[in-house]
């Protein structure tokens, strides 16, 4: 009789199976040669889509006339300053309430009664109160950064392993210390998630101000080319933001992985 | 040093309020450079009472007392856990350091105070490894070390070695006696193996379950190292059927409940 031999399969091959590094940035090429192509026939006007490749073209030259260069100035300095202001005050109170049952009954219904308003809503109040020039932007900015960064600061400070904060008050280690070597870098994590969530904020809350009052920044520009009906113009500060949310997260992951060099990435 | 445990009780709310005994009337001294383990059926209130001794938790009635301190303050008690609790985002050198931070020592007495409980724990090569980059072994051998490395005047340890597979244990009993000779503290050790509890042990103290009571103490007179040898072979398993015997009907009642 014969018998049969047959080699054990890895059935789990398909769960392992890598996508390969150029499918990314592939699907990024057809989407935008099929938008070149479109634009080509001539089905639609230069007016409501411009071309991939006449964007391209203006906005080089935008840049080498130094007019990109100073609406981003201005642009970074406003969300820089906002996001610096609205996260650090957002990491202090979100250590405080999660750290003190008194500061968690008095803060947690503030907090949680304000998070759901839109922010964009306050802008002319802040511009009510602090008047029309930086100081306004960089508040709304603040203010839209500060919900998401407390309130995962709150939950990443709830959620610390008991057992380290017992580890630490066995070795006599003072409340100080505790949040500092402690509940800090246990909700560091946490916090991190808050931030990049806080950075999509921050960039709608930048335009929404620029556009409402400044003479530059790119949301400022975006607004001031739909205004004259340039559309390529306008593509190129749409362009110019894209790429600025897609910086900001890669910053803000490489400042994490620095941070938390005992996670495993 | 010595801790007397006086009378000490603790009643937790239970789910439905009435309050539910999980310790009564426990009275229990450890001797100066005694080794003292615990063993009980799970929900004896074991852990619970060495929280107590270690400050964690609160006794609802009776008391505990350090005696023999050279210096009027409070007693600095070592505690391991069974899980370890190592930082995740401190090293191994971190981790060890974290106890000396609180201290006034030197930098430089603190890094020789730390490169010397690295050797004595067998840790050398491993000082800049994450907790996540070690073996369960090497982690409680961080953990110990962590521990002695303030030089505490009290060593309790809440089922240490209970995470480990049954080898690497017990290779880490015979390490835990060997490094426990070069600081002879005075040790409340729990547990709920009892070779463990025999090996290790100069009494062994059996607990009841609902309520938690003392139900017997032994104490082992074998030789501290060897225990495990042919020669006490007899003594040892005795010890063991022994304990055993006293704690069966409780675990087969703990087996049943939830």
């Known amino acids: ?265 | 040093m010595r801790i007397v445990i006086d009378q000490v009780g603790k009643q937790y709310a239970g789910p439905d309020g009435s309050p539910v005994t999980a310790l009564e009337n426990i009275s229990l001294t450890i001797e100066e450079e005694e080794f003292v383990v615990l063993v009980g059926p799970s929900g004896c209130g074991k852990s619970t009472l060495l929280n107590m001794v270690g400050g964690l938790l609160a006794p609802s009635s009776g008391r505990i007392v350090v005696e023999g301190l050279t210096e009027d303050r409070d007693p600095s008690v070592g505690m391991v856990f069974q899980e370890v609790g190592l930082f995740p985002w401190r090293t191994v050198v971190g981790n060890i350091g974290f106890g000396l931070e609180e201290s006034k020592l030197s930098p430089a007495e603190r890094q020789e105070r730390i490169q010397r409980h690295i050797e004595l724990v067998g840790l050398t090569g491993f000082e800049n490894s994450f907790p996540h980059q070690l073996s369960g072994g090497m982690r409680q051998r961080a953990g110990i070390a962590r521990t002695l490395a303030v030089q505490p005047d009290l060593l309790l340890m809440d089922e240490p070695f209970s995470a480990l597979d049954a080898q690497t244990r017990t290779l880490m009993q015979e390490e835990l006696l060997r490094i426990w000779e070069h600081h002879r503290l005075s040790t409340l050790y729990v547990t709920h193996n009892i070779q463990e509890a025999v090996y290790l042990a100069d009494r062994v103290v059996v607990l009841s379950r609902r309520p938690g009571r003392v139900s017997s103490v032994l104490t082992i007179e074998l030789p501290r190292r060897g225990r495990d040898g042919a020669q006490h072979l007899g003594r040892f398993n005795q010890y063991c059927e022994h304990i055993w015997g006293l704690i069966r009907k409780d675990a087969e009642e703990a087996l049943r409940e939830v």
């Open chain 1, 1 to 265: 009789m014969a018998l049969f031999e047959r080699e054990v399969k890895f059935r789990l091959a398909f769960m392992e199976k890598k996508a390969p590094r150029w499918a990314g940035p592939a699907g990024i090429l057809i989407v935008l040669a099929l938008w070149q192509l479109l634009c080509m026939t001539g089905w639609v006007s230069e007016l409501y889509l411009p071309a991939p490749t006449s964007i391209l073209a203006t906005g080089w030259e935008m840049t080498t006339s130094g007019e990109i260069a100073i609406n981003l100035k201005a642009s970074l300095f406003r969300i820089g300053w906002g996001f610096a202001v609205g996260s650090l005050v957002g990491v202090l109170i979100g250590l405080a309430t999660g750290f003190s049952r008194l500061l968690e009954a008095v803060g947690n219904p503030l907090i949680y009664s304000l998070y759901p308003v839109p922010k964009i809503a306050l802008l002319p109040l802040i511009i009510l109160w602090l008047g029309i020039g930086e100081v306004s932007k960089i508040s709304i900015i603040s203010l839209g950064v500060f919900f998401p960064v407390v309130i995962n600061t709150y939950s990443g400070v709830k959620n610390v392993d008991p057992l380290l904060l017992k580890v630490a008050v066995s070795y006599r280690t003072s409340q100080l210390n505790i949040i500092r070597k402690v509940i800090l870098p246990a909700a560091l994590p946490v916090i991190f998630a808050g931030l990049k969530l806080a950075a999509g904020t921050s960039l709608l809350l930048l335009v929404a101000a620029e556009m409402i009052a400044a003479k530059e920044g790119i949301g400022a520009m975006v607004l001031h080319y739909g205004d004259l009906m340039l559309t390529t113009k306008l593509m190129v500060g749409v362009l110019v933001l894209a790429l600025l949310g897609l910086l900001f997260n890669r910053v803000l992951e490489w400042v994490e992985r620095r941070l938390i060099p005992w996670k495993s990435h």
